[in-house]
């Protein structure tokens, strides 16, 4: 079974630009979570889809959104984008079965450097 | 407000020896999830155990044990006769249990383990 593919892989962008960052979960799994890793702030979560709908969010500004598209594949964009959105864009799909939490797989994820 | 700790920030250990990562949690849930994730130099993050709040049967994995203890909100990770390829970023997450907060991880800041020769 393929495991949780992101694109691209590594990304430089200048300030005040936009990104899109894909996500392709692995199959049979609807929910996808999105997270950021930085070295002064560590793992944290954005956001996450099922079924085409955010069902979390995390405290980050109305800069960072998502969607999911009906094949549960994912996109996350960020606009205007700042020196600090420089960090790893991680993506994790898992199953999700009522109020079951069940373990998440991650992508390679994506490198964002922002100059 | 949930939070996870882990205190040891970096642990260097000589292969063969034994190693334990600390992790202790908070929640005022009662119905939680606990995970342990290895982050090894290529970054990506792999899955090693789910815990749930319910069971805190102790687990081993050939050279991997958890030890989870409810009454002292912990939730320990040994690795036995440590090995090179060990060396990674180990991290412990917190998710609680409901079908609109599930997939919502709660990481700790992560034990850099080097395990030399």
């Known amino acids: 079974k393929a495991g949780v593919t992101q694109t691209p892989r590594y990304l430089i962008k200048t300030r005040g630009q936009q990104v899109t960052l894909s996500c392709s979960p692995i199959s049979g799994h609807r929910s996808v979570s999105w997270y950021q890793q930085t070295p002064g702030q560590g793992l944290q979560f954005l956001f996450e889809y099922f079924s085409e709908t955010q069902r979390n969010k995390g405290n980050f500004p109305g800069r960072f959104s998502g969607r999911q598209f009906s094949n549960s594949r994912s996109e996350m964009n960020v606009s205007t984008l700042e020196l600090g959105d420089s960090a790893l864009y991680l993506c994790a799909s898992s199953l999700k079965v009522g109020g079951v939490v069940y373990e998440q797989f991650f992508g390679p994820g994506t490198r964002l450097t922002v100059l | 407000a949930q939070k996870v700790t882990q205190a040891q920030t970096e642990i260097s250990v000589v292969e063969k020896e034994d190693v334990t990562l600390d992790c202790v949690y908070e929640?005022?849930?009662?119905?939680?999830?606990l995970f342990w994730y290895k982050q090894p130099p290529s970054g990506e993050l792999v899955f090693l155990i789910r815990?749930?709040?319910?069971?805190?049967q102790n687990e081993i994995s050939g050279r991997y044990s958890w030890n989870f203890q409810k009454s002292t909100s912990s939730f320990n990770f040994t690795i036995t006769a440590s090995q090179v390829v060990d060396s990674a970023v180990y991290f412990c997450?917190?998710?609680?249990?409901?079908?609109?907060?599930?997939?919502?991880?709660?990481f700790g800041e992560g034990t850099q383990l080097t395990v030399n020769p």
């Open positions: 997450a917190l998710s609680e249990a409901g079908e609109t907060s599930g997939s919502r991880l709660t």
């Open positions: 929640t005022r849930d009662t119905t939680y999830y």
């Open positions: 815990r749930n709040s319910f069971d805190e």
